[in-house]
């Protein structure tokens, strides 16, 4: 690796925290010495053995790793085209790929002597995580939700008070997963001596998106083993919905310099990827700005206002991306499609139907770009997309969509 | 480095030869809508007002409280736009060429029109300064090299987590003043005691020549007064931002406005 690093697509971020223009430091004078803590930390714990050992045996014994790498047999039949692998990230303790992520940032905090420790959600499925790993650990836990996704997201967020966490539903700006990350971002500007913010996905200032990746990253090293144990090689193809792009990342990183392998991210398409912007397809639909911490693709207006997205899956509901993304995706390393609400919702029932998986709504978008190429591609092709979540929690809005009425 | 003097820099000089604090007011542009916000920004130096400074809205402003959220939300709804600040500084120009102007904001509505160009239009609208809140030392090649460079001040924000190792860092390229949070925490907090802002003062101050300004959570006469006089001036911005928020007159935001720049004054 080392004589290639220029060439490489693994080398970044560089020392100020960029992908290429991407990512960065955007943040006020109060959080920018605590971040400088954090990457100092996350240095030191990367290089050593009693950190990652720490990890291993909580993700093989608490969370379940390595997850399946299963062979969806009656969906590739059903496509007609190339052999589908799903990455069954749904099966991990707590039912998201989140937790990945999670561990790996409250063990920093709490080599850090942190003992408050404060997270965004949307979808619920961050917060389930770390109210979960905080109630393990006995630290104190507050999880800011967008008013809306507490309400669309009712399961979860009883999930979290039974843990222990405080959830605070936010109602400033219109009450969406940004709005519950600048609450977050609030919080910590005011807490900033005893409380870690936790964040859910690969973006925010630097080190996160690194970080964020780094800990998902087992998701990608595990197929890569599993493939190799399977298939005899590696996948020709890998999908993966994107929010902020965490699970996206966690599956590709590992990847990224294996120029054969096809990498497609699935942004969510809403009601459709046009001018009326109810979508969140960032990469599709914005332009580069700065928001929480980084400079990334963003849905906004013409002044550089941010603009909510839209989305029936409320954990891609975000109006940005992950940094790294938008450099994989501006120097044509990555490929990224969007999906609509309306094939989201056909992949989910396709899913339940062939293979006795019910996905959450999220990999449900990755789904459906599968369904669209697979059939046009040869049998011997390899196809890996990321079941990062279960649907447990979106059998609530799938009745909805789908007329049926369920009683409480 | 020698840079032109500012209006700020003459308004400093002014307050150091006259042996007075520095009385420094915030409005959000706009709010509740561009004429009476101009209104109110045209009446704030006959109330005492030092320096204004004027707040660009952003639809997720990450360090300011409730107070300034919603007055941001007022101000976009009534459709205001970068370029209708600059509009309306261009309109306050017209009748006072002294009184300094800083505008007070978030990165992205200036990254989105482009830097280069902002600044040219900042400067030609007659703006003195610049406080961007997400653009730490870490990242001065973005605004603060290029707007000192155009001449405009980049005023940076000193907080209670600077520590004596990183405030030379936060020093270096701050130009007009250093703004001291003194609390951590978002605008519209408590305040801090004018007993533990001092010796802040003190520790800055042994790294600058720059006037130190103090602000956050500064709502009453007696605040402006005794945090002033442990600085070179204090800052006022959620108090009257709320008083404009609850829908009061011109007059008596301009009141409200007088008594606590008389509270300074008299520090
Ligand atoms: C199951 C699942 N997948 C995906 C996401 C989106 O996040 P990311 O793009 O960071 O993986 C979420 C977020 O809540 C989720 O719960």
Redesign the interface.
């Known amino acids: 690796m080392p004589e290639d690093r220029i060439n490489s697509f693994m080398s970044g971020p560089d020392e100020?925290g960029r992908f290429g223009i991407f990512g960065?430091?955007?943040?006020?004078?109060?959080?920018?010495?605590?971040i400088l803590d954090l990457e100092a930390e996350y240095e030191r714990a990367k290089t050593d053995p009693t950190f990652w050992a720490e990890m291993d045996d909580l993700w093989a014994h608490y969370v379940g790793r390595p997850s399946p790498l299963y062979h969806a047999e009656r969906l590739s039949q059903h496509l007609g085209g190339a052999r589908i692998y799903m990455k069954r990230d749904e099966l991990n303790h707590t039912g998201a790929h989140k937790i990945n992520n999670v561990l790996g940032q409250i063990i920093l905090a709490r080599r850090m002597g942190k003992t408050r420790i404060i997270a965004e959600t949307g979808a619920g499925q961050h917060g389930v995580a770390t109210a979960t790993v905080c109630a393990k650990f006995g630290l104190k836990c507050i999880v800011y939700m967008g008013a809306h996704d507490v309400e669309r997201q009712a399961p979860n967020v009883f999930r979290m008070r039974l843990l222990g966490a405080d959830v605070v539903p936010v109602t400033?700006?219109r009450g969406t997963l940004?709005?519950a990350m600048?609450d977050a971002?609030?919080d910590w500007?005011?807490?900033?001596?005893d409380t870690f913010y936790c964040i859910g996905t690969v973006a925010g200032p630097h080190p996160y998106p690194a970080m964020v990746r780094d800990f998902q990253s087992i998701i990608g090293k595990e197929v890569r083993t599993q493939i190799m144990a399977r298939e005899g090689r590696l996948p020709d193809t890998l999908v993966a919905a994107i929010g902020g792009g965490s699970n996206a990342m966690g599956l590709f990183f590992p990847f990224l310099d294996d120029k054969d392998v096809r990498i497609i991210g699935v942004e969510a398409g809403g009601k459709g990827v046009d001018d009326r912007m109810e979508h969140c397809a960032s990469l599709t639909g914005g332009r580069p700005?700065?928001?929480?911490?980084n400079?990334t693709y963003?849905l906004?207006d013409?002044?550089?206002?941010?603009l909510e997205g839209f989305s029936i899956s409320a954990g891609l509901d975000y109006p940005g991306i992950g940094p790294e993304h938008s450099w994989l995706h501006d120097v044509g390393r990555a490929e990224y499609v969007s999906i609509t609400d309306k094939e989201a919702l056909e992949a989910f029932q396709l899913s339940c139907a062939l293979e006795g998986i019910i996905p959450a709504l999220e990999p449900s978008h990755a789904l459906a770009h599968v369904m669209k190429i697979a059939p046009d591609l040869p049998k011997d092709h390899l196809i890996v997309m990321n079941m990062c979540g279960r649907g447990d929690k979106d059998i609530f809005t799938v009745a909805k969509h789908l007329g049926v009425q369920i009683k409480t | 480095m020698t840079r032109p003097m500012t209006r700020i820099d003459q308004t400093f000089a002014r307050l150091r030869a006259e042996g007075r604090k520095a009385f420094v007011s915030y409005i959000m542009a706009g709010d509740p809508d561009l004429d009476t916000s101009l209104q109110v920004m045209k009446g704030l130096p006959g109330a005492g007002v030092d320096i204004i400074e004027l707040g660009v809205p952003f639809t997720d402003p990450m360090a300011d409280g409730q107070t300034i959220q919603l007055a941001g939300q007022r101000a976009l709804e009534g459709g205001q736009t970068l370029q209708r600040t600059l509009d309306m500084v261009a309109a306050f120009r017209k009748g006072d060429d002294a009184t300094p102007i800083v505008l007070m904001g978030y990165y992205n509505p200036i990254y989105s029109r482009g830097v280069d160009r902002f600044l040219a239009d900042a400067k030609a609208a007659g703006i003195d300064g610049l406080i961007v809140v997400d653009l730490p030392p870490e990242e001065d090649a973005e605004l603060c090299l290029p707007a000192q460079a155009a001449g405009l001040n980049f005023i940076r924000l000193a907080t209670p987590t600077t520590d004596d190792r990183r405030l030379p860092k936060v020093l270096t390229n701050t130009s007009g003043f250093v703004y001291y949070v003194s609390i951590t925490g978002i605008t519209g907090a408590a305040a801090a005691q004018a007993a533990d802002v001092g010796p802040e003062v003190a520790r800055i101050k042994a790294q600058t020549e720059l006037p130190v300004i103090v602000g956050f959570g500064i709502n009453t006469p007696e605040a402006a007064q005794a945090i002033a006089g442990v600085a070179d001036g204090c800052v006022v911005g959620s108090a009257i931002v709320k008083e404009i928020g609850a829908g009061k007159s011109v007059d008596d935001v301009l009141a409200f406005v007088r008594g606590l720049a008389d509270g300074a004054h008299r520090a």
């Not at chain 1, 500007?189 to 001596?193: F, I, P, Q, S």
């Not at chain 1, 700005?289 to 911490?293: I, P, S, T």
């Not at chain 1, 013409?302 to 941010?306: F, L």
Request: charged share 25%; proline share 3%; no cysteine.
């Open positions: 100020n960065g430091r955007f943040v006020s004078e109060t959080l920018m010495p605590l400033s700006g940004k709005d600048n971002l609030r500007v005011t807490n900033v001596r700005g700065v928001l929480h911490g400079r963003l906004q013409d002044d550089g206002q941010i």
